[in-house]
């Protein structure tokens, strides 16, 4: 039986940024407008992939859909924050890596936006 630390760690996750709060609190309906499938499950930094050359990658949120796929998702204020590019060169290697899995990035410029990393 998971400890209550653990429960409590998975019903309210300490996100690493507001932008990450935010879309916790919206994907539900985000995914459902993009991508037209209800999400029946969401977990907050739930794995970790191990790259080539000793890297390692963590999506920021994994959803399980209720078509059967499992969406994994990157959430960002803009391409121009520090570190995308790196983040986004994980995502592509994991996507090759991993190609059973849908990878996506979400973006919160102005408004929501939503990009595939990997075709399904």
Request: charged content about 25%.
């Amino acid at each position: 039986m998971p400890s209550a630390k653990a429960l409590i760690e998975f019903a309210m996750p300490n996100f690493r940024s507001k932008i990450e709060e935010e879309y916790s609190a919206l994907c539900d309906i985000l995914i459902h407008e993009w991508l037209n499938v209800k999400v029946l499950l969401t977990q907050y930094e739930p794995i970790i992939f191990n790259l080539p050359g000793g890297l390692k990658y963590t999506p920021d949120f994994l959803h399980i859909l209720e078509d059967q796929r499992i969406l994994l998702v990157e959430v960002k204020n803009s391409k121009k924050q520090k570190g995308y590019r790196v983040t986004r060169n994980k995502i592509i290697t994991a996507a090759a890596l991993f190609p059973y899995f849908l990878w996506a990035e979400t973006f919160a410029e102005k408004a929501w936006r939503f990009e595939i990393a990997n075709k399904r």
